[in-house]
T-cell receptor, first 112, second 112 residues
Framework: NAGVTQTPKFQVLKTGQSMTLQCAQD?????MSWYRQDPGMGLRLIHY???????DQGEVPNGYNVSRSTTEDFPLRLLSAAPSQTSVYFC???????????FGNGTRLTVT | GQQLNQSPQSMFIQEGEDVSMNCTSS?????WLWYKQDPGEGPVLLIA?????ELTSNGRLTAQFGITRKDSFLNISASIPSDVGIYFC????????????FGKGTLLTVNP
């Protein structure tokens, strides 16, 4: 049972480039979410999804897009990377909205 | 929005000592969760609390859901070197708009 799988583990982008961070879970969880972790800021919610076809904005959604075409996958897209998006990104999922989250191991992104 | 104040920010202790950390909220929470994050990995759930006054143990870890529903604490007894990491509290206020709010974390260092 792989749990929550994130790829890639590391990525370096130049300002203005676009990319997609992948997230997949094999636990049949309805709820999925993306967080970014920055020093001294804790974990901040970017976008979340309560089920396939449904997404909503979190605390810091600007500069990011998401889609949820299947229950298993929840990719995060950076449309035009900025240095302020340098961070560690975590995908998390849970059985339902009120269940504890299971986290992936993160993607460390650097934008130069 | 909701805010979680987690303290202390960091702790340096000797192996064998007991540790206590806590979180306070500006609003009432229905759920309190405690996570631990090891370097280079995602947070892992330690304890989940669902009722005011609830006291739950997981090995050497004990956590309580405060009676006012605005606070929670985590105790670690007889610390060992592998307890090193960042501990996060998180809370959910309930309702249909599920968003888990995280504290900024407590960095624990254990000296052997």
């Amino acid at each position: 049972n792989a749990g929550v799988t994130q790829t890639p583990k590391f990525q370096v982008l130049k300002t203005g480039q676009s990319m997609t961070l992948q997230c997949a879970q094999d636990m049949n969880h309805e709820y999925m979410s993306w967080y970014r972790q920055d020093p001294g800021m804790g974990l901040r919610l970017i976008h979340y999804s309560v089920g396939a076809g449904i997404t909503d904005q979190g605390e810091v959604p600007n500069g990011y897009n998401v889609s949820r075409s299947t229950t298993e996958d929840f990719p995060l897209r950076l449309l035009s990377a900025a240095p302020s998006q340098t961070s560690v990104y975590f995908c998390a999922s849970s059985l339902s909205q009120n269940s504890p989250l299971h986290f992936g191991n993160g993607t460390r992104l650097t934008v130069t | 929005g909701q805010q979680l104040n987690q303290s202390p920010q960091s702790m340096f202790i000797q192996e064998g000592e007991d540790v206590s950390m806590n979180c306070t909220s500006s609003s009432i929470f229905n759920t309190w969760l405690w996570y631990k994050q090891d370097p280079g990995e995602g947070p892992v759930l330690l304890i989940a609390l669902y009722k005011a006054g609830e006291l739950t143990s997981n090995g050497r870890l004990t956590a309580q859901f405060g009676i006012t529903r605005k606070d929670s604490f985590l105790n670690i007894s007889a610390s060992i070197p592998s307890d090193v990491g960042i501990y996060f509290c998180a809370g959910h206020s309930g309702g249909s708009n599920y968003k888990l709010t995280f504290g900024k974390g407590t960095l624990l260092t254990v000296n052997p």
